[in-house]
């Protein structure tokens, strides 16, 4: 079961606002904006849709059932406003969820239900109404009814809210959706002790906490039950008759077992998180580790109550989580709370909220981070994040991306400042790719967002080599190729532009600062005109401009699609389970979620081959070594 979209009406600055996630890609979509844009907003507009879990907001010492819809309300409006405040989600059932939501609720209410009127995808409207600035009703509103024969009845009725079947089969329905977890920060205290034995007043954080353990225990591959395996070990007598008398009364066969467990999962924290840590930080963490150290004392009835404390090894030091720097703690945190979030869920997923991820990381360590994000996303999750640094924007999910952009950040400050007038807040939330159609005149297809964050290139980023290709579909094949042959690099960028007539303005630029590049055209009419003219007319050498026919003769008149054979082709068609040939929008989705997730596909050894000859050109080209 997944989420398709969210509509967002009237809340705080957002009159409405749709956010489609479709395409899925790799399950990754970000929203791109200035700070009060209104990036947060969105974000909280889709949390409140949660219709089960939500427990994380008790990390940061916040009860989930505090939230106050009035806060929701947009601020010109507070006095006066009538009307509702809603998010409406679209939601498709998953292969076999349909007919498992039936037969719960035809075994709790012994009717039959009619299948045929139970749609494949469904709406579900959650908020409130408000009258003249004063809370009224809540609203939980479903576009699927559901019609159903009971027993020794003849025909099928309609199934009202409160019956017995529409409450089981809508919390069956509830149960499978992913859940929404919103995260402002990865910064918050974490409990002294992680009690793996709880009593029935156990705090959301504990849970939260103790979960975390019970799932890194079952991600090993040899899986560790925390009850059985180490709590049941502890408290258990060994023999009949015996008495729990202190973790160092047991024996060393017992404790040999518990500690084998425990040093199993720090091990797989240690490499987890430290290994993650030198990936994206490039610092050295020999001698680190993550240890969890076993402890027992007393619930308040006097039973033993068993504990886990997290700290840090370095070198001949321990640490307590709480003595590491706030980039650490963060990134701790971070990894906790979504890597090892959904092992034990079954299939069961997450929509991960997460509002400025990494904001306080150097450039290099926020780019290295989104590596981390398909992994998180490659169980079917989805994650939503917001940003206003270039460097947290892959351009590969620009596809799944949204501007958020904000009424009353653009204006003219002293005009209306002098005037007493200041302009009411009004957040609008746009799709990338039709907010780069509204700007026609951009030389690349990067070029809107680099504008609309007011990002201004210094010389130093003007330098690196790089190659000017089409389009953004150019780009895809290309970078995917150059993924799947062990090409990809840091070496050079593939710069898309807007099709061979636009690449003069960004040549103009280019030539003018000195940077080495060379350009690669389709070897259609257009491309062969455009590159014989800026041979001819702009002095450009012709090893750094040519067409795809330099790769292949067989390419001659092509454009970038012929790279891929007739059997890469179908590769694709089976993917979407299409028909014929896919369109060039479907193999520019196909690329874009393959190069997202680097998964390695058994693409043809004539597509590999043309690639690894379009490298090796553009190497020539730039004077570069592999």
Not at 110 to 118: C, F, H, L, P, W
Not at 146 to 167: C, H, N, P
Not at 288 to 308: A, E, M, N
Not at 331 to 353: D, E, P, Q
Request: some cysteine; proline content about 4%; hydrophobic content about 35%.
């Amino acid at each position: 079961m997944r989420y398709r979209s969210f509509k967002i009406t009237n809340f705080r600055g957002i009159k409405s606002a749709t956010v489609e996630l479709s395409p899925a890609g790799a399950g990754i979509f970000t929203f791109i904006g200035l700070n009060e844009s209104g990036k947060t907003t969105a974000l909280e507009a889709i949390s409140t849709f949660q219709i089960r879990g939500g427990d994380e907001q008790s990390l940061y010492r916040v009860k989930p059932t505090k939230a106050d819809p009035a806060t929701w309300m947009p601020k010109h409006d507070k006095a006066t406003f009538t009307g509702e405040i809603s998010v409406t989600a679209t939601i498709e059932f998953g292969e076999g969820d349909k007919e498992a939501c039936i037969r719960e609720a035809e075994a709790a209410s012994g009717a039959k239900i009619n299948r045929d009127t139970v749609p494949d995808t469904f709406t579900v409207r959650r908020g409130y109404t408000f009258e003249n600035g004063d809370q009224k009703d809540r609203i939980n509103q479903w576009s699927l009814g559901l019609l159903a024969k009971k027993k020794g009845a003849r025909k099928f009725t309609g199934v009202i809210t409160g019956d017995v079947a529409w409450v089981r089969f809508s919390t069956a329905v509830a149960k499978r959706l992913p859940e929404i977890v919103y995260f402002p920060t990865f910064i918050f205290e974490q409990p002294e002790r992680i009690i793996l034995n709880p009593q029935d007043n156990e705090e959301n954080v504990d849970r939260l906490y103790r979960n975390i353990i019970e799932n890194v225990g079952r991600s090993l591959d040899r899986p560790i039950e925390i009850e059985t395996n180490i709590v049941d070990r502890i408290i258990k007598p060994e023999t009949p008759g015996e008495s729990f008398a202190g973790f160092f009364s047991l024996s060393n066969n017992r404790k040999q077992q518990i500690d084998s467990a425990i040093n199993q999962m720090s091990e797989n924290l240690s490499d987890t998180i430290f290994g993650s840590w030198t990936k994206i930080f490039g610092n050295s963490v020999a001698g680190r580790q993550i240890i969890l150290s076993p402890g027992v004392d007393k619930h308040p009835d006097g039973s033993p109550r068993v504990y886990l404390q997290i700290s840090i090894k370095d070198g001949n030091q321990q640490y307590d989580i709480g003595e590491r720097s706030l980039g650490f703690r963060w990134f701790f945190s971070f990894l906790l709370f979504t890597l090892y979030r959904n092992v034990a869920t079954g299939t069961k997923k997450t929509l991960f909220l997460l509002d400025e991820p990494a904001s306080n990381l150097h450039a290099r360590a926020q780019m290295q981070l989104l590596d981390s994000f398909p992994r998180i996303a490659s169980d079917g999750s989805m994650i939503m994040y917001s940003t206003h640094s270039h460097y947290m924007i892959n351009p590969e999910w620009l596809d799944q991306a949204y501007i958020v952009s904000n009424s009353a950040i653009d204006y003219d400050e002293a005009e209306n400042l002098s005037s007493g007038r200041r302009l009411k807040t009004e957040i609008s939330v746009q799709k990338y790719r039709n907010f780069v159609g509204s700007n026609p005149d951009k030389a690349t297809y990067f070029q809107p967002v680099l504008d609309r964050l007011q990002i201004v290139p210094s010389r130093l980023d003007a330098l690196r080599p790089c190659v000017l290709v089409e389009g953004k579909g150019d780009y895809l094949i290309l970078q995917y190729g150059l993924f799947l042959t062990g090409n990809i690099t840091d070496t050079y960028s593939v710069v898309p532009t807007r099709g061979a007539e636009h690449f003069d303005e960004l040549v103009g630029i280019l030539l003018g600062w000195g940077v080495n590049f060379a350009m690669c055209f389709d070897d259609d009419t257009p491309g062969r005109r455009v590159c014989k003219d800026f041979q001819e007319n702009w002095g450009i050498k012709k090893e750094k401009c040519f067409t795809l026919r330099s790769l292949d003769e067989e390419l001659e008149g092509k454009s970038i699609e012929s790279l891929l054979t007739s059997e890469d082709l179908n590769l694709i068609s089976d993917h979407y389970t299409i028909k014929g040939k896919p369109t060039k929008s479907q193999i520019q989705l196909f690329f874009s979620e393959k190069l997202s997730l680097r998964e390695e596909l058994n693409l043809s050894s004539n597509f590999k081959s043309r690639v690894e000859a379009f490298d090796a050109t553009v190497r020539e080209a730039l004077d570069l070594r592999p």
